[in-house]
Nanobody
């Protein structure tokens, strides 16, 4: 599965961005999908995840601000990010896991995109 992220950029604190992830194959029914982020010198951390029936999981740091969703095309994934903070600055990655639970643990995932940079700064 090839994953391609888009939608990153620079935004002021309090602003919004929507990240997109397009997969090379149909991912709705068989894959657990997630968004992760990483800053230089730190471990990759889980941000949000969604299973095949639409159940979502969020990191505490983004609850109430970020929303993960699947698009109408059955190979797309989104991350709507609102009320962005400087600490949200990171490279954001889309990931996929075939089969059962993936959650927010990066080592559970089998496929990764190349990432899209999000910078929140005034």
């Amino acid at each position: 599965v090839l994953l391609v992220e888009s939608g990153g950029g620079s935004v002021q604190p309090g602003g919004s961005l929507r990240l997109s992830c397009t997969a090379s194959t149909y991912t709705y029914s068989n894959y657990y999908m997630g968004w992760f982020r990483q800053v230089p010198g730190k471990e990759r951390e889980g941000v949000a995840a969604i299973d095949s029936i639409g159940t979502t999981t969020y990191a505490d740091s983004v609850k109430g601000r970020f929303t993960i969703s699947k698009g109408n095309a059955k190979n797309t994934l989104y991350l709507q990010m609102n009320s962005l903070k400087p600490e949200d600055t990171a490279m954001y990655y889309c990931a996929a896991k075939y089969g059962a639970y993936g959650g927010l643990l990066p080592w559970n995932y089998d496929y990764w995109g190349q990432g899209t940079q999000v910078t929140v700064s005034s």
